[in-house]
């Protein structure tokens, strides 16, 4: 059974660039049917989504964010990462990763991370 | 941007009883419609996509309707474990993504 599985800081500081990754196991990351996507919500609101990516390496990302995203995959481990720059308190959000069916549709999530950028 | 408006924010019904959540696309996104189940502390879950087809394990008391611009996801009886949010995700427009819509909470009546 597909699993995943968010990793990293669970607090930021403002200013500085938030680090995560996903890690995949029961499949393949390098499957030629799947994307691979971040997606974000702030405590007590909706879902936005951050990024994606395909197993090749090529990227796509919400315009709002694109200037302070960046995400990459490492197929030798299974992992996809997400990096996010210059945080500031807005970007205190709940962090998941997720498999994204050919389509668009988000097929499988992470639990998700908790995030809070704070001094 | 595609923008994805839920109605209402807040539906309070009783066990048993039969809800309706509305979801409407700023334009059309013909039927790259998803829905999601969301209890508190956890993920989404996928239910439907499509627009009308039933992601797997997902019961037949959830339904999924419309194309274009006007979607309705429809539980037909609810259960205790359906009081939920449940988000609404567009993906018509390339790249894999796409916005979600702000929610809708399914209350106990």
């Known amino acids: 059974q597909l699993q995943l599985q968010e990793s990293g800081p669970g607090l930021v500081k403002p200013s500085e660039t938030l680090s995560l990754t996903c890690t995949v196991s029961?499949?393949?990351?390098?499957?030629?049917?799947?994307?691979w996507g971040w997606i974000r919500q702030p405590p007590g609101k909706g879902l936005e989504w951050i990024g994606s990516?395909?197993?090749?390496?090529?990227?796509y990302y919400n315009p709002s964010l694109k200037s302070r995203v960046t995400i990459s995959v490492d197929t030798s481990k299974n992992q996809f990462s997400l990096k996010l720059s210059s945080v500031t308190a807005a970007d205190t959000a709940v962090y998941y990763c997720?498999?994204?069916?050919?389509?668009?549709?988000?097929?499988?999530w992470g639990q998700g991370t908790l995030v809070t950028v704070s001094s | 941007e595609i923008v994805m408006t839920q109605s209402p924010a807040t539906l309070s019904v009783s066990p048993g009883e039969r809800a309706t959540l509305s979801c409407r696309a700023s334009q059309s996104v013909s039927s790259n419609l998803a829905w999601y189940q969301q209890k508190p502390g956890q993920a989404p879950r996928l239910l439907i996509y499509g627009a009308s087809t039933r992601a797997t394990g997902i019961p037949a008391r959830f339904s999924g309707s419309g194309s274009g611009t006007e979607f309705t996801l429809t539980i037909s009886s609810l259960q205790s474990e359906d009081f939920a949010v449940y988000y609404c995700?567009?993906?018509?427009?390339?790249?894999?993504?796409?916005?979600f819509g702000q929610g809708t909470k399914v209350e106990i009546k």
């Open positions: 995700q567009q993906y018509n427009n390339w790249p894999p993504g796409g916005t």
């Open positions: 029961g499949g393949s990351i390098s499957s030629s049917s799947y994307y």
């Open positions: 997720a498999l994204i069916a050919a389509a668009g549709h988000f097929d499988y």
């Open positions: 990516i395909y197993y090749s390496g090529s990227t």
